[in-house]
């Protein structure tokens, strides 16, 4: 399985500002994913990252709201931009488990627990 | 769009009694996977599925896919204290990973 690091761990940011989160991976990865979790819900997709290729936006999901990078195979980043309160939630990375079919088991980073104020 | 619904969403037990979450999709699945998350953690892979009807055992833990590939279940055979935390299953299909929205696992010692 794959070590995954995210930073921050947590923030708090005022409305308005953006604030850009980082996930590493500790090994290659074909397919990243990010994920929004809001305290005590489940786990909704935002996008799926594919180095050398744009994001893939699930509905109800923007580029301009959450620009992604996917720079090599072992990093990526999620902005979350103009931020409001409804946005305080929490953010994890994800990797595949190696496949690229993307139906792999997904490995989770520790998440990025964000506030808006 | 396609949904998978989980149930119950709480469930409070005593130590060593069992514990079962359902988990029931839309549409069918190419598989289906089970993550636990304890409190302040991140979320677990614990197993996937695969083949229809299929039964895979992890100790105490037996997850079980549906004839349809459309259900499935995770047993907990007499829970302990370390089994709490929300069990989520998340079924693939369409090229995404679907959660459904956990089961919460609470055991009274």
């Known amino acids: 399985s794959a070590v995954i690091s995210q930073k921050p761990s947590r923030d708090i940011c005022q409305r308005g500002t953006s604030l850009t989160i980082q996930c590493q991976v500790d090994?290659?990865?074909?397919?990243m994913f990010w994920y929004r979790q809001q305290p005590g819900q489940s786990l909704t997709l935002i996008a799926t990252?594919?180095?050398?290729?744009?994001?893939?936006?699930e509905s109800g999901f923007v580029i301009d709201k959450f620009p992604i990078s996917r720079p090599n195979l072992t990093f990526s980043t999620l902005t979350v931009s103009n931020m409001s309160p409804e946005d305080s939630s929490i953010y994890l990375c994800?990797?595949?488990?190696?496949?690229?079919?993307?139906?792999?088991?997904?490995?989770f980073g520790p998440g990025t627990r964000l506030t808006v104020l | 769009g396609q949904q998978v619904m989980q149930i119950p969403q709480y469930q409070h037990v005593q130590e060593g009694e069992d514990f079962t979450t359902y988990c029931n999709s839309s549409?069918?699945?190419?598989?289906i996977q089970w993550y636990k998350q304890r409190p302040g953690g991140h979320p677990v892979f614990l197993i996937q599925?695969?083949?229809?009807?299929e039964v895979k055992k992890q100790k105490r833990l037996t997850f079980q896919f549906g004839e349809a590939k459309k259900n499935s279940s995770l047993h907990i055979t007499a829970t302990q204290t370390t089994d709490v935390g929300t069990y989520f299953c998340?079924?693939?299909?369409?090229?995404?990973?679907?959660f459904g929205q956990g089961t919460t696992l609470q055991v009274k010692p």
């Open positions: 599925l695969v083949k229809s009807g």
């Open positions: 998340a079924g693939y299909n369409t090229g995404k990973l679907i």
């Open positions: 994800s990797v595949g488990g190696g496949g690229t079919s993307g139906d792999d088991e997904q490995f």
């Open positions: 090994s290659q990865v074909t397919m």
């Open positions: 990252a594919n180095q050398g290729s744009e994001a893939t936006y």
């Open positions: 549409t069918t699945l190419s598989n």
